[in-house]
């Protein structure tokens, strides 16, 4: 299974301020264990939403696009992983190793396709080509 770890923005984060030599060190031995194991298959941080957009859909044709900075840093995102996992158990027990001191994560397993009733044979093998595909980009 797979897994998406969230971690929340604070207010430090979506006024620039960057992670010390130190923090990026530690959260790099981290991910190295991660990789070591074979439960990371990707992570990255972002910056903060001053650089973002959000596009509102309201059932017509018209999207609408909000340029950042958004206010509500609790809503917002600063960073991810996605993890290979045997249950969301697991990766309780890494994130839990994680080299944060403050803050909060969100674990969420990734919906497959077998998690999606109306799958035809057909749907789910056009999504097999497609993520092949972008595997190659």
Partial sequence: MRFMVIVKSN??????????AADLQEMGKFNEELVKAGVMLAGEG???????????????????????PFAETKELVAGFWILQAKDKAEVVEWMKRAPF???????RRVAEMEDFDHATPEIVEH??????????N
């Fill in 11 to 20: 207010d430090e984060v979506e006024a620039g301020a960057q992670p010390s």
């Fill in 127 to 136: 999504e097999q080509k497609l993520r092949k595909q972008a595997e190659g």
């Fill in 46 to 68: 972002l910056v903060n939403s001053a650089d973002g957009a959000r596009i509102q859909y309201n059932g017509t044709a018209e999207a609408r696009v909000i340029d950042g």
């Fill in 101 to 107: 001191r403050e803050g909060e994560i969100e674990i």
